[in-house]
């Protein structure tokens, strides 16, 4: 199993990235992807998640009205729209799959059993 995330980069404040998210070595079917972010000197936090089975899409209220989760399971691939993004967005995003169950606590990373490598943010003022 391996997840690879990608497209961070440099922007300024306001502006947009999309991060994709892409697995191997088992499909999305039953599997929750979820997005979190490490600022510099601070714990992981979750940010976004999606469950392949039905889509159902869940975020940080932190992000909530700026960063969009979706999916594209043919190409078992998750992305996350990044817009209005603001200098404390700033940090390594990690994706992570885990299977769906109940009581599934989306946007805790102690729930997650596989982890990408990491890409990074930088928002500047």
């Known amino acids: 199993v391996q997840l690879q995330a990608s497209g961070g980069g440099l922007v300024q404040a306001g502006g947009s990235l999309r991060l994709s998210c892409a697995a191997s070595?088992?499909?999305?079917?039953?599997?929750?992807i979820g997005w979190f972010h490490q600022a510099p000197g601070k714990e992981r936090e979750g940010v976004s998640c999606?469950?392949?089975?039905?889509?159902?899409?869940y975020y940080a209220d932190s992000v909530k009205g700026r960063f969009t989760v979706s999916s594209d399971n043919a190409k078992n691939t998750v992305y996350l729209q990044m817009n209005s993004l603001k200098p404390e967005d700033t940090g390594v995003y990690y994706c992570?799959?885990?299977?769906?169950?109940?009581?599934?606590?989306?946007?805790?990373?102690?729930?997650?059993?596989?982890w990408g490598q990491g890409t990074l943010v930088t928002v500047s003022s």
């Open positions: 992570a799959a885990t299977r769906e169950r109940e009581k599934l606590w989306v946007l805790f990373a102690t729930e997650y059993d596989y």
């Open positions: 070595g088992f499909t999305f079917d039953d599997y929750a």
């Open positions: 999606i469950t392949s089975s039905d889509g159902s899409t």
